[in-house]
């Protein structure tokens, strides 16, 4: 059973992280732009959730409909982990080593877009300085960057999964 969830969710972490890589290269190769767009990273955060809920469905379905708590946190947290560490590794590949001018002009993209957002919420004009400033001092696609993102994902991730795999859990009673 630990093999086969194992291999489930780690086939559907391998999918996840290949759709993530081409959602970046083809945002990259389209319109750089597309990155900075709230709606497609909304979609993206939605498309996580769903191959991790899929992973727990499949690791259920092995187990003739039961996985407990911690199976099906596990499956859903490999899953996610390996879906991102392959999204990490692209995006670190493309702004890094390929194209480091992509990095900045996102960089730029990405502040104007948050100074946008300010003004629509009317947040004074210090704050809006202090927060470019903070960005523009920040390398978002150095390793460390990329790091703390991957962290703060995980995190994330891990919260949504939780609450995933309680509501996805059904313990076998012949096992009890």
Do not use: R
Not at 56 to 66: C, D, I, P
Not at 129 to 150: A, P, R
């Amino acid at each position: 059973m630990e093999k086969s969830l194992k291999s489930i969710a780690t086939n559907y972490g391998l999918y996840l992280g290949v759709f993530l890589a081409l959602i970046t290269v083809i945002a990259y190769a389209v319109n750089l732009e597309l990155l900075t767009n709230m709606w497609l990273g909304i979609a993206i955060l939605l498309v996580i959730v769903v191959f991790g809920i899929i992973a727990v469905a499949k690791v259920k379905q092995s187990q003739n409909g039961f996985a407990s708590f911690k199976e099906s946190f596990t499956s859903f947290f490999i899953t996610v982990l390996i879906g991102l560490l392959i999204s990490t590794v692209v995006s670190f590949l493309i702004f890094n080593v390929i194209d480091t001018g992509a990095a900045e002009t996102l960089k730029q993209k990405t502040i104007e877009q948050t100074v946008q957002m300010m003004e629509g919420f009317n947040a004074p004009v210090d704050a809006i300085d202090k927060t470019v400033e903070q960005m523009e001092s920040q390398n978002q696609f150095g390793i460390v960057g990329i790091l703390k993102s991957l962290a703060f994902q995980l995190v994330l991730f891990s919260i949504i999964g939780l609450i995933a795999a309680a509501a996805m859990k059904k313990n076998n009673p012949d096992e009890a």
